[in-house]
C-alpha cells in the first residue's frame, strides 16, 4: 500500500487565487512528520512546510499552510493568492518514527500545479 | 552559503562505464541522503548516511556504492551502468544524527543522468 498518496495529478489555478493539493497518508506510528516540498521546471527541491503529528496547530509559512486533519490521514498543502512562479510539481513526503526513527522521506507522485495568468 | 552542491549537472554514460556523482554540503549537516527520481514514482532512497564514516543502505541499493569522504561530502558511485539507472538523482542533508521526524532534508540541484 502506498504510504503517500496525492490524488491530483495536474490542478490549474488563476493568479491571485487559492489552491489546496491534497495528501493523505497512511501511517500506523504515532509518531510522524509531514513535509510539502516544491519542484520547479528548473528541477531544484525546495521544502515549503512542516507538520509534526503531535502538533496542535496548522503549519503556516507565508502564504503556504497545511490543512492538518489527522483522524483522516491528510495534510492538504493551501496556497494563497497563487503566483505565476507557483507553478510547478509539489511533492507530499512523510518520516515516521521518532527516537530510532525512519531514515527516510516517503513521497508521493507529485501534482502539477499550473498558475494561469 | 551554497547549501547542496552537486557535481555534475548533466551526464551521458554508455551501458557499462562507471562514474561517481559528487555531493557537499555547507550546512554543517550530520546526514546525508542520495535519492533518484523517475518520471510517476516520486523519489526513492539509494544510500544514506547518518554521521561522517557510516553509510547504510535504503530503499534501491543496488547498482550503486558510496562513500562518505568526510562531514561536508558524499559520493555515488555507478561502477557499470545501466540504462534502468537512467534517472535524475538528488543529494540531500540534514542537521541531526538520529533521524527525528522533525530534522527536514534540504535538497542539492540534482543530476541528470542518461545511459544509452
Known amino acids: 500500500a502506498q504510504k503517500i498518496t496525492q490524488t491530483q495529478p495536474g490542478m490549474f489555478v488563476q493568479e491571485k487565487e487559492a489552491v489546496t493539493l491534497d495528501c493523505t497518508y497512511d501511517?500506523?506510528?504515532?509518531?510522524?512528520?509531514l513535509f510539502w516540498y516544491k519542484q520547479p521546471s528548473s528541477g531544484e527541491m525546495i521544502f515549503l512546510i512542516y507538520q509534526g503529528s503531535y502538533d496542535q496547530q496548522n503549519a503556516t509559512e507565508g502564504r503556504y499552510s497545511l490543512n492538518f486533519q489527522k483522524a483522516r490521514k491528510s495534510a492538504n498543502l493551501v496556497i494563497s493568492a497563487s503566483q505565476l512562479g507557483d507553478s510547478a510539481m509539489y511533492f507530499c513526503a512523510m518520516r515516521e518514527g521518532d527516537e530510532g526513527g525512519s531514515e527516510k522521506l516517503v513521497f508521493g507522485k507529485g501534482t502539477k500545479l499550473t498558475v494561469n495568468p | 552559503n551554497a547549501g547542496v552542491t552537486q557535481t555534475p549537472k548533466f551526464q551521458v554514460l554508455k551501458t557499462g562505464q562507471s562514474m561517481t556523482l559528487q555531493c557537499a554540503q555547507d550546512m554543517n549537516h550530520n546526514s546525508m541522503y542520495w535519492y533518484r527520481q523517475d518520471p510517476g514514482m516520486g523519489l526513492r532512497l539509494i544510500y544514506y548516511?547518518?554521521?561522517?564514516?557510516?553509510?547504510d543502505k535504503g530503499e534501491v541499493p543496488n547498482g550503486y556504492n558510496v562513500s562518505r569522504l568526510n562531514k561536508r561530502e558524499f559520493s555515488l558511485r555507478l561502477e557499470s551502468a545501466a540504462p534502468s539507472q537512467t534517472s535524475v538523482y538528488f543529494c540531500a542533508s540534514s542537521e541531526e544524527t538520529s533521524f527525528f521526524i522533525t530534522d527536514t532534508q534540504y535538497f542539492g540541484p540534482g543530476t541528470r543522468l542518461t545511459v544509452l
Open positions: 548516511s547518518a554521521s561522517e564514516g557510516t553509510t
Open positions: 501511517t500506523s506510528d504515532p509518531s510522524y512528520g
